[in-house]
């Protein structure tokens, strides 16, 4: 069993910059490849960025490239985003995902998702 729990979401003006963190309890951390995921209001969840289990492959979403970053530091349990250039349409709720798998992680192969934190951004 993981448990994940984000933080670092809140209210920013567009422009501005937000690091989420995912804590992950349990001892196997290493062993999940990790993703961040968002719902905006009205829209199905989508993929934002993966990282592989030793984090040396990372991916993103067209949406994001050149503005966040998803990093991870096996030894403290923990994977963040970092978001930066951030505009209004990035406003959502936003999940953090753990797949017991080698490949990149994706919507059909996680195993635990986070509760979610809030990202709004103002205009």
């Known amino acids: 069993q993981v448990q994940l729990v984000e933080s670092g979401g809140g209210l920013v003006q567009a422009g501005g910059s937000l690091r989420l963190s995912c804590a992950a309890s349990?001892?196997?951390?290493?062993?999940?490849?990790m993703g961040w995921f968002r719902r905006a209001p009205g829209k199905e969840r989508e993929l934002v960025a993966t990282?592989?289990?030793?984090?040396?492959?990372?991916s993103y979403a067209d949406f994001v490239k050149g503005r966040f970053t998803i990093s991870r530091d096996n030894a403290k349990n923990l994977v963040y985003l970092q978001m930066n250039s951030l505009k209004p349409e990035d406003t959502a709720v936003y999940y953090c995902?753990?797949?017991?798998?080698?490949?990149?992680?994706?919507?059909?192969?996680?195993?635990?998702w986070g509760q979610g934190t809030q990202v709004t951004v103002s205009s």
């Open positions: 990282i592989t289990r030793s984090g040396d492959s990372t």
């Open positions: 995902a753990a797949g017991l798998t080698r490949m990149v992680i994706t919507p059909s192969s996680v195993n635990y």
């Open positions: 349990g001892r196997t951390f290493s062993s999940y490849a």
